[in-house]
């Protein structure tokens, strides 16, 4: 009887353990070998781990992926790629890829798998001076320790050229080579080469609707913004000598405007050799502002500017073609004192010096109603 109980208890306990071994092995899958890509199933991720990481939080890493523990997520599905972008989304890291670690029935455990991307530990200029470096240092964002990303150098080489661009010097090449940082792991050094070329000069400046004042008053009231001194006059006269027809050349009776011999010159001609004929961007904006004002000086308060268009004429030197709306010419009417308790309408008249049908000059009534608030303050 003894002998039958043993027999039984050691059949029950072998049995027990087959049923533990074949549900061991049927409820855990170690690696993606068992993932049907043509089906995929759902599962619950059970948990994620983060590997390649040496500065970068792992929590912080999980959690830019939108991954959590207790998820649902088809694999293979949309769940894992998207989470994927959402890492290169950030441009923290140089790789990523998340893989299967194991599945246990419905459980799945993921591995994210990181390389980091390098970080910078310094720059430096090549192709220019120490004065134009401390300047250029001054806008650069470039900040030690900060992940070298392709976002930094486009930033940075943008800001390298919109640097010279403002100082003239409009063709400058940037090149900026990464360099691998041996005293320091995953580090980079930026070398940033600078060519500035020489400074573009401006070749023509054009005008296109301004009926009322000429091109060269206009180009006069620019301050900084010159054209180059060019003499092409004996260049012009041949060209037009030897291509007109001699028909042409002996019965050609068409009137030429006093207006339109001076716009010849002043295209074929160009002797101001004491100013400066190079582009610079701060003062070329000064100067549409001048070209307003003068404008309005002049009695057109709707003056604007509609275009303006900078285009290359040769390596050295640009064009500048501007569009403009003059707008009606305005006068003075009547004028109309309110709140002057201490003066007469007539000596404020007097003083303002404007009179009823005189041109409208925003520049000059600014001027005077200036001198009337200081009078007034100094009780005068």
Do not use: C
């Not at 009926?211 to 041949?238: C, I, S």
Request: charged share 30%; glycine share 6%; aromatic share 10%.
């Amino acid at each position: 009887m003894r002998k039958f109980l043993l027999i039984t208890v050691l059949l029950f306990v072998a049995v027990n353990s087959w049923a533990q071994f074949r549900k061991s092995r049927t409820n855990t899958v170690v690696g993606e070998s068992s993932l049907n890509y043509a089906n995929p199933a759902e599962y619950t991720i059970a948990g994620i781990e983060v590997t390649g990481l040496n500065i970068l939080d792992k929590n912080a890493m999980i959690s830019l992926t939108g991954l959590r523990v207790g998820d649902k997520v088809k694999i293979p599905g949309d769940g894992i790629s998207g989470a994927i972008r959402k890492m290169w989304k950030h441009g923290l890291v140089g790789d990523v890829s998340i893989k299967v670690s194991k599945i246990e029935g419905t459980n799945v455990y993921l591995t994210i798998i990181l390389a980091e991307r390098p970080r910078l530990t310094s720059f430096y200029f090549t192709g220019i001076n120490k004065s134009k470096e401390s300047g250029l240092k001054d806008d650069l964002k470039l900040i030690r320790g900060k992940i070298v990303t392709d976002a930094m150098i486009r930033n940075t080489q943008l800001a390298v050229k919109k640097y010279f661009v403002k100082k003239g010097f409009l063709n400058t090449e940037v090149k900026i080579t990464q360099e691998k940082d041996t005293l320091h792991q995953d580090g980079l050094k930026l070398r940033i080469a600078v060519n500035p070329k020489s400074k573009v000069k401006i070749n023509r400046i054009s005008f296109d609707g301004n009926d009322a004042l000429e091109d060269a008053v206009l180009r006069k009231k620019f301050k900084k913004t010159k054209e180059r001194p060019r003499f092409t006059l004996h260049r012009t006269l041949l060209t037009e000598l030897f291509t007109i027809k001699p028909k042409e050349f002996f019965t050609s009776t068409r009137d030429v405007t006093w207006r339109e011999t001076k716009e010849f010159i002043n295209d074929n001609v160009k002797l101001n050799i004491f100013s400066a004929s190079k582009f610079i961007k701060t003062d070329y904006d000064e100067d549409k502002k001048l070209l307003i004002d003068f404008y309005n000086s002049k009695g057109y308060r709707d003056a604007e500017i509609i275009s303006d268009s900078i285009y290359r004429y040769n390596d050295n030197s640009i064009n500048i073609d501007f569009k403009i709306t003059e707008g009606p010419k305005y006068y003075f009417r009547n004028i109309y004192w309110t709140g002057n308790y201490v003066y007469t309408d007539k000596t404020l008249n007097s003083v303002l010096g404007i009179k009823k049908g005189d041109v409208y000059n925003k520049d000059n009534i600014d001027k005077k109603l200036q001198v009337l608030s200081t009078d007034s303050k100094n009780g005068v």
